[in-house]
């Protein structure tokens, strides 16, 4: 409707204009030399309405001209940011395959089409690492480094070059740089926990993890290398305040508590450690090393009594009599360990060892729950992998007891 409206109205106004120019009265006379030229006054109106028309046309091709090189340089440009945009994809792609010869014919595309921006040096710096070419890479992420956003990138790269090249000291202090420069890392820190745990500083192992398994793996190593027996003290209560019903803990604090002289305490520890996982370590911290076998058999039975029955303290009155020549109790303790489910063969070594016999292999007591390595001795990080707090007692009842407690 209102469309319909307008093309009236403008028509309307075409066709006055029109009128009203036919009807102008008078002419125009131009002189040139020996040429004259002349044309009524509408005529002339509407040549010169056609020069202006013409002349603003050929301005606009003359500006149009003059900017068309600046217009394909801007296009050019953004040619090669997009194709630089793809070459740095691909990059990415290749470094997460792992595909060296991929990284680095992006890099160098990258490179050429983008300069020195801080995602080419990244790349670059990634293809000479899957490359072998330790040093070049080194140099590319020490350059990243200078990058205000990619400094962490730098750091992660020379922290990683570093420890490939067994130089600790330099990796801590990448690691440092690294959570300077991009702070509460989850990776930085898992980085300098595993370093403060290769150079044996447990103490500012300790301070880098909220992990129970690992807080109270880590405090046991504290304790067992402190410095004094009240440091150590301090050490062994925050591992069994990590994992209350561990035996490692509790095992070591007991240690510790005698070593300042409370033996009440330690007894106290040992027995409540017994009642809800009897293991080993427990046992062993029980039994005064300087007591006779008989009274090291009597003191077995004191702690076996707080879970009579149980299979662990049935090899411990069966090991203990053993030792103190007592044959028959020894025996009756080893079957009743046989009987309670002990398949580890240290209830059958005690049997072959009453009958003179060759002892059978004992199976290990430990087990990683990371790598499912398995040892005979419980340390602080697994032997095979090497992460702290990781071994757990190979025994489902023990390790059974110690979650249920836990
Ligand atoms: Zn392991």
């Known amino acids: 409707m209102w469309s319909v409206l307008k093309f009236c109205l403008i028509a309307a106004l075409v066709l006055a204009g029109a009128w009203w120019l036919a009807a102008l009265p008078g002419g125009v006379t131009a002189d040139a030399g020996a040429y004259r030229i002349t044309a009524s006054a509408p005529v002339a109106l509407l040549l010169l309405l056609a020069v202006v028309g013409l002349l603003i046309v050929f301005l606009r091709v003359l ?145 880098l993890t909220q992990e129970p398994h690992e807080r109270a793996a880590l405090a046991v190593a504290a304790a067992q290398t402190a410095e004094t027996p009240k440091l150590a003290l301090g050490f062994a209560k925050q591992a069994a305040k990590a994992e209350p019903g561990s035996p490692v803990a509790l095992a070591a604090l007991a240690r510790a508590l005698r070593a300042v002289g409370k033996d009440g305490a330690a007894r106290k520890t040992l027995l409540h450690g017994w009642k809800i996982a009897p293991h080993p370590l427990l046992a062993a911290a029980w039994l005064a090393p300087g007591a006779t076998p008989l009274e090291r058999a009597q003191a077995a039975a004191q702690l076996s009594a707080a879970r009579p029955g149980h299979m662990e303290s049935e090899l411990l ?63 602080c990080t697994c032997p095979s992998c090497g992460r702290p707090g990781t071994l757990t007692p190979t025994h489902p009842d023990s390790a059974l007891m110690a979650t249920e407690n836990g």
């Open 63 to 207: 500006g149009g001209l003059r900017r068309a090189p600046r217009r394909f340089a801007g296009w050019r440009s953004e040619r090669r940011q997009q194709a630089g945009e793809l070459a740095l994809q691909r990059g990415l792609v290749a470094v997460a395959a792992g595909d060296a010869s991929g990284a680095r014919a992006a890099a160098v595309k990258a490179r050429t089409l983008l300069g020195e921006a801080a995602f080419v040096q990244w790349l670059t710096a990634e293809a000479a690492r899957l490359s072998g070419e330790g040093e070049q890479a080194r140099l590319a992420f020490e350059k990243l480094t200078q990058s205000k956003e990619m400094k962490f990138l730098g750091h992660q790269g020379l922290l990683r070059e570093s420890l490939k090249a067994g130089r600790v000291d330099e990796a801590a202090r990448q690691a440092l740089a690294a959570e300077e420069a991009y702070p509460g890392g989850a990776w930085t820190r898992g980085q300098r926990l595993a370093l403060a745990v290769r150079a044996q500083n447990y103490a500012a192992a300790l301070r």
């Open 317 to 379: 009155l069966g090991e203990t009599a053993l030792a103190a020549k007592l044959t028959g109790e020894a025996r009756r303790h080893a079957e009743a360990a046989l009987k309670a489910g002990n398949t580890d063969g240290r209830a059958k070594a005690i049997l072959a060892a009453l009958d003179g016999k060759p002892a059978p292999a004992i199976a290990p007591a430990w087990r990683c729950t990371a790598c499912q390595a398995q040892t005979a001795e419980w340390s």
